[in-house]
């Protein structure tokens, strides 16, 4: 593992991803992968539970890792891969929790307002499993603890994560990061040359729902478009 990244869904992981991949710092495992694995599910819902885990056979085949469920141990993760890097990716609190509640948490946590979620749930495949498996990892984990219907409480669980992250990881070992920034502060960071291209921007609100509606349409063959859980 190269490059470990511990902020939390709808901080800009899925542009990171897309980033790392440019870089040569990929593949790239992000929530969206975890039905790309099914085999690796029992292993993730027992680190869930407490047990210990082989983390090279969790990640086998990646080179770096983002977004949840990944964040969620971060600091099993960080201790076990020593050497890795470390970016936290960051955004204002409010429109985190804005974000998180328009998009993941329809769809994946037990909010009830959006109609398209309640469809997706049905008729997407993987769908109801992965609400199953991050009600259990992230609302009703550690870091959430079944509470997140309560904006302030919710926004002060995301600030102290990242003032954890920031505490427990040397300054030297990582870099926070607003994908806002662009290329510049991870290239440095990483070592590498930064692109031509423009940074990867990607799944807002609208482009999450998006690809849901896309997928509904085309016949609900495969959960992935809808599994990002970036921005």
Request: glycine letters at 8%; proline letters at 6%.
């Amino acid at each position: 593992m190269k490059v470990i990244g511990v902020g939390v869904g709808r901080t800009g992981t899925l542009s990171l991803k897309a980033a790392l991949d440019r870089l040569g710092f990929g593949p790239c495992f992000h929530m969206r992968n975890v039905l790309d694995h099914p085999e690796r599910l029992p292993l993730w819902e027992a680190a869930a539970a407490g047990s210990a885990v082989d983390w090279d056979e969790v990640f086998a085949g990646y080179e770096s890792s983002v977004d949840w469920p990944g964040a969620a141990f971060w600091r099993e993760l960080t201790a076990y891969y020593s050497d890795a890097k470390v970016i936290l990716t960051v955004r204002d609190p409010e429109r985190w929790y804005d974000s998180v509640r328009e998009t993941i948490y329809q769809l994946f946590g037990g909010g009830t307002e959006s109609p398209l979620a309640e469809e997706a749930l049905q008729r997407i495949p993987g769908i109801a499993t992965m609400h199953a498996f991050n009600r259990k990892l992230v609302w009703d984990g550690p870091f959430l603890q079944g509470r997140f219907d309560d904006r302030d409480w919710a926004m002060r669980a995301f600030v102290r994560h990242n003032a954890a992250v920031c505490e427990e990881i040397p300054s030297e070992r990582l870099l926070v990061f607003d994908v806002s920034a662009g290329w510049g502060p991870m290239c440095d960071f990483l070592r590498v040359d930064e692109p031509e291209e423009e940074f990867p921007r990607l799944n807002d609100p609208a482009a999450f729902w998006g690809r849901v509606r896309d997928r509904l349409a085309e016949g609900a063959v495969s959960p992935h478009p809808a599994m990002a859980t970036d921005q």
